[in-house]
């Protein structure tokens, strides 16, 4: 696996990076502790995660994983978007949640609906911080965080707050190794425009489609961290194949297979990622097994698939970002 050293940090980690915002989706302790052992194998290093991923439970699970190899890990926590009581009490609740989903996936729909009525107000000042950080080491099991970040604060959040002194001193004492920030593009730029120092570590979406990366070219010599390869663009890209089929034909004719497999888009999609971030972190997650396998890969140098990533590339340009029909 690729390590990258993240700019102006002295933090090295792996090029690819796990996700853990679904992890306690995976029905049983054994199979999450799995698929955490399995990134680790295929040579993640790195893993993401924040204080309200799982209701609350992702970090006690990524602990556990973190357990006799802490110093092998790059473990980065988010602060600011937090459960309230309510979240608090319906965390207890997820093992059988769980279960009723995998008996009725429908009801998969009426949880996620359901997320928003748990979180608390978001709130990025220094008390917040130091707080969630005493929860999250806590949750962790471990004496310091090597990355810990705003968790999608708007530059309003931001403008005004006590939080960089706090971060300041949490470095000092060891806490936390780096901070910075996480979200969507547009807040993202507001924030490395007006409050720099907040953010020299910068975590946003990025993919074959959106490019939002590129968008961050003026806001160079930061360490960035990308996520969500999939999530937004693997449906566009398989929808629109069957409409505008002309890539699948093209690697049908190369391959002698029928059609072009999703896994087969989502490994493209991941390598376009990855180059367009050749000293960061691209964090992507699943809950199956045989796909972190096959993920995992993605990312051994192999120069003979750039000719075909770029075909992949300028289909997706003609067909998805500048369609001319
Ligand atoms: N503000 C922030 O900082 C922020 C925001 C969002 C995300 N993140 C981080 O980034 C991580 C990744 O984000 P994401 O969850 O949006 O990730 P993603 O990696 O873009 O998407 C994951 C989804 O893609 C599916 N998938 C993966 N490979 C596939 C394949 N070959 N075929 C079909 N489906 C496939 C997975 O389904 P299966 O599980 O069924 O495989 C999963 O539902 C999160 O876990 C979180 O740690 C951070």
């Known amino acids: 696996m690729k390590k990258v050293k993240l700019v102006g940090t002295d933090i090295t980690t792996s090029a690819l990076g796990f996700g853990c915002a679904q992890l306690m989706r995976v029905s049983s302790v054994r199979l999450r502790q799995q698929l955490l052992n399995e990134a680790y194998d295929a040579g993640v290093c790195h893993f993401d995660v924040a204080r309200m991923y799982g209701l609350g439970l992702a970090e006690a699970e990524l602990g556990k994983f973190a357990r006799g190899k802490r110093d092998k890990l790059v473990l980065a926590t988010k602060f600011?978007?937090?459960?309230?009581?309510?979240?608090?009490s319906t965390a207890r609740l997820q093992g059988m949640a769980r279960r009723l989903i995998a008996m009725f996936p429908a009801l998969r729909i009426l949880a996620r609906r359901h997320t928003g009525t748990l979180l608390a107000?978001?709130?990025y000042d220094a008390a917040k911080a130091r707080s969630s950080l005493e929860t999250s080491l806590r949750e962790l099991g471990t004496d310091y965080v090597?990355?810990?970040l705003l968790h999608e604060p708007t530059l309003d959040d931001v403008t005004n707050s006590d939080v960089m002194e706090f971060l300041n001193d949490a470095r000092s004492q060891g806490k936390i190794r780096a901070y910075g920030i996480s979200g969507p593009i547009h807040d993202v730029v507001a924030i490395c425009r007006n409050v720099p120092g907040l953010a020299s570590i910068v975590q946003i979406p990025n993919d074959a489609i959106t490019r939002d990366i590129d968008k961050l070219a003026p806001y160079a010599n930061r360490a960035i961290i990308t996520y969500s390869p999939f999530s937004n663009a693997l449906k566009q890209v398989v929808d629109r194949i069957k409409i505008a089929p002309r890539i699948s034909d093209r690697w049908s004719k190369a391959t002698g297979k029928d059609g072009m497999p999703t896994d087969e888009i989502a490994f493209?999609?991941?390598?376009?990622?990855?180059?367009?971030?050749?000293?960061g972190v691209v964090l992507f997650s699943t809950t199956k097994l045989e796909r972190l396998k096959?993920?995992?890969?993605?990312?051994?140098?192999?120069?003979?698939?750039?000719?075909?990533?770029r075909s992949f590339l300028r289909y997706v340009d003609e067909e998805i970002r500048t369609p001319r029909h």
């Open 80 to 88: 600011g978007i937090d459960l309230n009581p309510k979240g608090t």
């Open 121 to 123: 107000p978001r709130r």
């Open 146 to 148: 090597d990355l810990f």
């Open 268 to 279: 493209f999609l991941l390598r376009y990622c990855l180059q367009a971030n050749p000293s």
């Open 294 to 309: 096959m993920l995992a890969k993605t990312v051994t140098e192999d120069s003979s698939v750039d000719s075909s990533l």
